[in-house]
């Protein structure tokens, strides 16, 4: 297309307004049809927060820190030429001056920082430390596993004089902000979070008599929330990628929560065009058969058949490379990395239990999806590779992570899974990850109150530590004379984030907002709320509610059709009494 000027490109633009996509109709004029398709769009939005808290300052006495409750007033992000009693941080020769600022909860996003008219032209450099826990916040890159992997959340920036700067693009609730000149002076009129997230409706709902449940639900759904970016990521911090199989639990998160949207098929088919067969999704075989896995449960949740259709050629290449790894004797033998999850990683018996479960799981979703898509010979080729495998029962190996894939794979009883294993030490030996299925399985074995008193006391033990966001992973021996991640750790006290983790995650690396966590949030929905999807598209649901020691829960479900409102209640002789209104089009049965 040659060159337009100007007024050929605006009544170009004028003439299409309405005839293309809403994103090409918005462009300024001076875009053409050409020159939007080099513009990448996105779909999240931007809000300004106001700290709600000052953690820490560097000088309490209000020499060299002055005014610094200033900073914890709603602004209006606009430099002006007024002078206040503004936050002051003063530097001499020895000393520099700062102070550590609380948003409230963990967000993803940057700040935003305003300076005034008293400021020198520039006004001069700060060095801005973002932290998940205060003392990450307080922490230097390079230092007990702090780092600026994959987000930058420790460097120094130069301020405008009577401006604003916006820096910064990481998971965060604390910002330690310095002075960094030495014998300077610099004034800042405000400090704001910028919080980038989806702008869009908690569709599902819970809530019970329990408010640790209610907490623990939300909080499970929310940490999805924040990594549903362009992308679905794994962290908001760190790793900020498209994991294939952190992305199981969130999918499910999704599906409970808020229903059909974008940033799952997008993240799907980016793994997909990714990974070129006879590749790994992320060099992890466990990965690739977590996509077909996904790619079930989207189905059956969404309905949406169109898209399946697009993935039955890469389909059906995976399905058949899965099942050339199979010895005679029906045992798996994947290359690739052979992976379950962190804690069970120097497990190498555990492992492969999980990787035959894998597959038997794996293969019994690929036939399902192969007659979907009217693929009977790859279909039928599931149905061989599934039997063959199930000739072959490892055993648990002492792993939970095992237990709970042998037992939703059936190739052990639930029952014989949770009596020997899943029930076995408590809350020791579960994982953020896993833990989800860990859930399922007892729930498998009827063990609903067991998992119940797992997520109270586990995934709970987190939010008494302060966190706002479920965790990469957690063990419950921290909890011994831990420190909340929300204070300056006191002397004597154990500083979690500094001195646990392992592998990738080691100390401050440790990322404490992990979608992978949040297993509790659909497992809640599914088996306490008591929605069981069992036709695609929502179409057909069974309302089947466990409520172990609770008197009463209650919540919404999103469908393609519309939310299904559903409540609960026991009665006095211990039978439940179930109420709910359906959108048109869902069948909904009771047990």
Known sequence: MKRMNLLSRFLFAFCLCGTLS???????????????SKVRSTSLTRKYLTAERIVWVSDPSGKMVQNAESILQP????????????????????SKSGLVLDFGREIQGGIEIITTISDQNPAGH???????????????????????????????VELPWLGRLKVG??????????????????????????????DIPYLGSFTCNDERLNQIWMTGAYTVHLNMQDYL????????????????????????????NEVVPKSLDLARDLTPLPDWMNGISSY????????????????????????????????????????????????????????????????????????????????????????????QLCTVSQTKLEKQVPDMAGSKQAAALLALSGLISPEKANAEVLSQDGVH???????????????MAGDYQGAIDNIREYWGAMLDLGATTFWEDFNIDWMKNAARIDEIVPEGKVDVHKSYGGYCYKQFRHSFCHGWASGPTSWLTQYVLGVNVLKPGCKEIRLDPHLGDLQWVKGTFPTPSGILEIEHRKMTDGTIKTTFTAPKGIKVLKR
């Open 22 to 36: 809403p994103a090409l109709a918005q462009l300024p004029p001076v875009f053409n049809a050409e020159d939007a």
């Open 75 to 94: 602004g209006t992000g606009q430099a002006d030429l007024n002078k206040g009693k503004y936050l002051t941080l003063i530097n001499d020769k020895e």
């Open 126 to 156: 700060v060095r801005i430390r973002f932290g998940e826990s205060v003392s990450e916040a307080m922490s230097d890159a390079g230092t007990d596993g702090a780092t600026n992997d994959h987000a930058m959340r420790d460097f120094v």
């Open 169 to 198: 693009n990481s998971g965060f609730r604390f910002v330690r902000i310095d002075l960094a000149d030495p014998d300077a002076k610099i004034q800042i009129k405000e400090i704001s979070a910028i919080f980038t997230f989806r």
């Open 233 to 260: 990521w794994d962290g908001a911090k760190r790793d900020r990628l498209v994991w294939l199989g952190d992305m199981h639990p969130e999918v499910m998160t999704i599906n409970s929560v808020f229903g059909n």
């Open 288 to 379: 690739s058969m977590w996509w077909i896995l996904i790619q079930r449960d989207w189905y059956y949740y969404q309905g949406d058949l169109d898209y399946l259709k697009q993935q039955k050629d890469y389909l059906a290449g995976l399905l058949k490379q899965l099942s050339s790894k199979i010895d005679a004797d029906g045992n798996e033998n994947l290359d690739g990395g052979r992976f379950l999850d962190w804690p069970s990683n120097e497990n190498k018996k555990a492992i492969h239990a999980g990787l035959q479960s894998l597959m038997v799981m794996t293969f019994k979703a690929g036939a399902e999806l192969c007659k979907l898509l009217g693929d009977q010979e790859m279909a």
């Open 429 to 443: 030996k579960m994982s953020t990850f896993y833990g989800y299925y860990m859930l399922k399985a007892r729930a």
